[in-house]
């Protein structure tokens, strides 16, 4: 890895894309301090204190600007929300599943409603949470609803401002814009949790086998996470010879990679917003108040605070991964697209018995990447009760498996750089 990325140094247009990569994240950090104006930032910093409760994972999510209210607070999760409900929709809606069959064109156009979609998202996330800001005091009491709209679309320009950089950073960097910002928002707390971990757990408390077991289970965690990532089950595929012209093509073989953890980090997050809506409306309703009903109820179906939340938990991201993969991963159409080009599976037959054996390969697959996310999860309540660190929270969860995934999508993407123009001479000919 290492290797490869001092290779591209070395390449100068790939260092020139490099340098544009780093250049977008320095303004992204930028972007990160700079707060929106009529915020008690003390108040919502004690409000995410205890880090129970949705926001505090948006603020995970944001590289430490929700804790700040900057202009980057409502993040980029707005129009993952957005494309995720336009993916849903394409599958359900005639009309939009046509359009993106229409290849470019169609494709530019729901891109455009994702982008509309993310607008009027973020605009509502906006408005809601600084309107709950206000009723716990964070945000100014005096303040209108005038000045609380023109306060939100100043956070809709931020998340405006981050698809931009993500579609810029695609076109000019290396790819993966979208994903290497939501990458930004999570390791841009790295420093400090570090130097906070060190200085009151290493140095201060001296728990010492606490902090030895944290890097060490940190560590067996991403060789964990690095091996499911890149797993694949590879179904041999025989192709058919077919005279085109004059000559003889096909009857060569390959393989349809089907990989152990496709749905990615989407089932958690389904799975996580559920489970703290109860502690999220319990917020709203009854702020400070923990002997109300609704916030022992929050208590009790949050994850690592009782073994029925975390099972529950658990559940739902089983029952996600495998809602997700149905929707995203089609088998009817890929056993007909392999009868439809002459393609069959060695020893199965062409139609409805490859659409079975698919579908049975596809469930067991999915059952251990479904664990798997399930496992993840669970780490970020469980890791810190057995070490007694809580100062780092870049430990199991949606926001690792992110930081690994992306982590390994560059290099693959730097490395595909490095190939092309490797072979830039033999293409020439």
């Keep these: ?74 993040g980029i999760m707005p129009y993952i929300n957005a494309s995720i409900i336009m993916q849903l929709l394409t599958m359900a809606v005639p009309q939009l599943e046509a359009m993106q069959k229409e ?3 169609g494709q530019k ?19 809601g949470v600084t309107k ?47 994903s290497i910002v939501i990458f930004a928002g999570i390791v841009a707390t790295l420093p400090s949790q570090i130097f906070q971990t060190i200085q009151l757990e290493w140095l201060t408390n001296r728990n010492y086998v606490g902090v030895i077991i944290f890097a060490l289970l940190f560590i067996a965690t ?22 085109v012209g004059n000559k003889m093509v096909g009857g060569n073989s390959s393989y349809l990679p089907l990989k152990v953890n496709s749905a990615g980090v989407i089932p958690i997050i389904f799975a996580v917003s559920i489970m703290y809506f109860p502690m999220t409306v319990a917020n709203f309703l009854s702020p400070g108040n923990s002997e109300s009903w609704i916030s022992k109820f929050a208590t009790f179906v949050a994850p690592g605070q009782s073994w029925f939340g975390s099972l529950l938990y658990a559940v739902l991201i089983i029952f996600f991964t495998y809602f997700y993969t ?17 393609s069959f599976i060695p020893g199965i037959r062409p139609g409805k018995p490859t659409q079975e054996y698919l579908d049975k390969v596809l469930t067991r697959i999915t059952l251990a990447g479904a664990i798997f996310l399930a496992i993840v999860a669970l780490l970020q309540y469980y890791v810190p009760m057995l070490t007694n660190i809580r100062t780092f929270t870049l430990i199991g969860g949606t926001s690792l498996l992110i ?12 490395e595909s750089h490095l190939l092309m123009r490797h072979y830039e001479g033999f293409i020439k000919k």
Excluded at 222 to 243: D, G, L, S, W, Y
């Design 132 to 178: 709950w800001l206000q009723s716990v005091g964070a945000v100014n009491q005096g303040l209108g609803v005038m000045n609380i709209v023109f306060m939100s679309l100043i956070l809709v320009a931020g998340t405006a401002f981050l698809m931009w950089m993500g579609e810029q950073i695609t076109e000019h960097g290396i790819g993966n814009g979208i």
């Design 222 to 243: 991403i060789v964990f996470m690095v091996a499911v990532t890149q797993a694949v089950r590879k179904i041999p595929i025989q192709h058919v010879k077919r005279v």
């Design 1 to 74: 890895m290492l290797a490869s990325l001092m290779a591209a140094m070395k390449v100068p247009d790939l260092k020139k894309r490099i340098t544009f990569l780093f250049g977008m994240l320095i303004v992204y950090v930028i972007g990160l301090h700079i707060p929106v104006p009529g915020v008690d930032t003390e108040v919502l910093r004690q409000r995410l204190s205890n880090g129970s409760d949705l926001l505090a994972l948006f603020d995970v999510f944001t590289g430490g600007a929700f804790k700040k209210y900057a202009i980057f607070a409502m």
């Design 403 to 414: 930081v690994v995934g992306v982590s390994l999508d560059t290099m693959q993407a730097i």
């Design 326 to 342: 149905a929707v995203s991963f089609n088998v009817k159409d890929v056993s007909e697209n392999l009868k439809k080009y002459g």
């Design 103 to 105: 290849g470019a064109a």
């Design 109 to 127: 156009r729901i891109r455009l409603y994702t982008k509309w979609l993310t607008g009027v998202l973020a605009f509502f996330s906006a408005f």
